[in-house]
């Protein structure tokens, strides 16, 4: 189990929030996505082995929002 914190600029209101943590959790493998209106950032806890990074960073672009930023969290 990895843990991230991918910062992505262009959440501005509560529906980028909810899109966002709907775009990772319907991934195979992602175990829990939560997103922060403030920092503009979305906390990822995913299985590796399950889905990839580059995966998880793909769904959130297809839904208009970019990562700018990736910050490894210990678990």
């Known amino acids: 189990m990895q843990k991230i914190i991918l910062t992505t600029p262009d959440i501005f209101c509560d529906h980028c929030v909810t899109t966002t943590q709907d775009a990772a959790r319907k991934l195979p493998g992602v175990l829990a996505a939560v997103t922060n209106l403030e920092s503009k950032q979305v906390t990822v806890v995913y299985e590796p082995a399950q889905v990839s990074l580059e ?20 678990v």
């Open 55 to 74: 995966t998880i960073e793909a769904a959130l672009e297809e839904e208009g929002y970019p990562v700018s930023e990736r910050t490894p969290v210990p």
